[in-house]
């Protein structure tokens, strides 16, 4: 509790690994030589940061090299970030890749000062720089890079394989559509909601309510979701609020809101949020439910007898948004096809479903023609058919029965029995078994890509909470060596 009082730790450093790490070898110390005095163990500060930190930064930096060394496909995740105490600039990176155990990998690779413009070019010297720190020629051409949506970053990666980041399209078909419906009903219900809010967190009587009130604000993914749902939740307690404060006009408004569509258009919401939700994993394959999520926010947006006419007008202006701003290409079909999960493309017509079969068809012909040697590694010989089953009777439109080596590994692919395992434990046993070498290492390339770019996001948080009031004087250097060891440092 001294230790707590005298400096402002939150109690919660109790449960924390690494003051647990310390105790602990505080205790083995005293336990091996006997009393001793702390100013005798502890380096001071100045030795600490100029010193033990970046030895310490090195051997971690040397050993993650060491770790993704011979991983031939990968992706980074990559954003820009300003402080907001002294303004200074960084981009974050962050690798994601599949191990040597098939298993799926995120490593921070660092947190750099970015004192230039942020055009593209300057984005794409950082990236040459710190990608030359870490990660071999090879693996860099296979990269793919996940980023937002912003014009420098179009342009910093217009030569290089890249996908927009898929929470980033949600929020711009949320915010888009309710922007461009103005359908008045549901734009009063939010601009009541966005005066109720402000009234309790300015007026402090937020702090009265079971569950607070949530802002609308700009820069958080799925704030009008929370807005509405926070007032939802203390409807009847707002109201009676209103009332013993006299505030009858702002009650007034809260009384002339149908509480059906509030209903309504939370439970349309809520997907949305969901979906965002769910592509923002990172410890898990993403990748592969971008393209159903798209179809599943479709079904969304599809009107029933039961929507108030507010709503599927609603519904309309989402659709035609989605459409627009959700991107897919052709890595989020591929990837889409490699689990097994989806492999029939239930959710496809029989044309499109022959577009992603004879896309991945040339995947497959393009690296066998980089990789000749893959081809001698089938099972069956270079000209044997393999006869389409009846199971896979609705692709007959698609070239299922080829004489190449490469059109095989596709046709085994689809006839294999839909697995019950997850995704990496399926090509994991495919790999092992080296029945499909070609489509491995495509799987390899494709589940390695996350849907989103939200580590970047996780990472500024991160930032956020090293670099505040109390070490503002922190370097650059110093920021991104701390961030790096929260990522990287094991002991």
């Given at each position: 509790m001294f230790f707590i009082s005298k400096d402002l730790q939150p109690f919660s450093v109790v449960e924390d690994t690494g003051f647990k790490k310390l105790c602990q070898t505080l205790i083995e110390i005293g336990a091996k030589h006997g009393s001793l005095s702390i100013e005798d163990l502890l380096y001071d500060r100045t030795h600490l940061s100029k010193y033990i930190l970046p030895q310490i930064y090195n051997e971690c930096r040397n050993n993650l090299k060491l770790e993704i060394q011979g991983i031939e496909y990968g992706s980074i995740t990559t954003d820009l970030w300003t402080d907001d105490i002294i303004k200074n600039s960084y981009q974050v990176f962050t690798y994601h890749f599949i191990d040597h155990d098939?298993?799926?990998?995120?490593?921070?690779?660092?947190?750099?000062?970015?004192?230039?413009?942020?055009?593209?070019?300057?984005?794409?010297?950082?990236?040459?720089?710190?990608?030359?720190?870490?990660?071999?020629?090879?693996?860099?051409?296979?990269?793919?890079?996940?980023?937002?949506?912003?014009?420098?970053?179009?342009?910093?990666?217009?030569?290089?394989?890249?996908?927009s980041c898929a929470a980033h399209n949600l929020n711009l078909v949320v915010d888009k559509a309710l922007k461009d419906s103005a359908i008045e009903p549901v734009v009063e219900i939010i601009k009541i909601a966005k005066e109720v809010v402000c009234y309790f967190k300015h007026s402090g009587q937020n702090k009265n309510l079971q569950h607070t009130l949530k802002q609308d604000v700009a820069t958080r993914w799925n704030s009008q979701f929370f807005l509405l749902q926070s007032l939802m939740t203390e409807l009847e307690e707002i109201k009676n609020i209103l009332h013993q404060e006299k505030l009858y006009d702002k009650l007034e408004k809260l009384n002339n809101i149908d509480v059906d569509l509030l209903s309504q258009l939370i439970d349309f919401l809520k997907p949305f949020h969901e979906a965002t939700v769910y592509l923002s994993k990172d410890a898990v394959p993403t990748l592969p439910d971008v393209w159903p999520m798209f179809h599943k926010l479709k079904r969304v947006c599809s009107v029933v007898d039961t929507d108030l006419e507010p709503i599927k007008d609603l519904k309309a202006t989402f659709m035609k948004c989605l459409e627009e701003k959700y991107q897919i290409d052709t890595n989020h079909k591929l990837g889409t096809l490699i689990c097994p999960d989806y492999k029939f493309l239930t959710f496809l017509d029989p044309d499109e479903k022959a577009e992603v079969y004879k896309a991945m068809t040339n995947k497959i012909n393009l690296m066998a023609k980089s990789e000749p040697s893959k081809i001698s590694e089938r099972n069956e010989p270079p000209n044997k058919k393999i006869k389409t089953s009846d199971l896979l009777g609705e692709f007959k439109n698609v070239p299922l029965s080829i004489e190449t080596a490469n059109d095989v590994?596709?046709?085994?692919?689809?006839?294999?029995?839909?697995?019950?395992?997850?995704?990496?434990?399926?090509?994991?046993?495919?790999?092992?078994?080296?029945?499909?070498?070609?489509?491995?290492?495509?799987?390899?390339?494709?589940?390695?890509?996350?849907?989103?770019?939200?580590?970047?996001?996780?990472?500024?948080?991160?930032?956020?909470?090293?670099?505040?009031?109390?070490?503002?004087?922190?370097?650059?250097?110093?920021?991104?060596?701390?961030?790096f060891l929260k990522y990287n440092f094991t002991f």
């Open positions: 098939w298993k799926l990998k995120a490593k921070c690779l660092g947190l750099y000062d970015f004192p230039d413009s942020k055009t593209g070019l300057a984005i794409r010297a950082k990236t040459h720089d710190v990608m030359q720190k870490f990660i071999s020629p090879e693996a860099i051409s296979n990269m793919t890079f996940v980023t937002d949506n912003g014009s420098n970053m179009k342009s910093a990666y217009r030569t290089d394989k890249r996908i590994e596709l046709d085994k692919y689809l006839l294999m029995p839909i697995s019950q395992s997850d995704i990496l434990t399926f090509w994991e046993s495919i790999d092992k078994a080296r029945s499909l070498p070609i489509m491995t290492k495509i799987a390899k390339e494709l589940i390695a890509i996350p849907a989103t770019s939200t580590p970047s996001e996780r990472a500024f948080s991160l930032c956020g909470r090293i670099f505040e009031e109390r070490r503002s004087r922190l370097s650059p250097e110093t920021l991104e060596q701390l961030l």
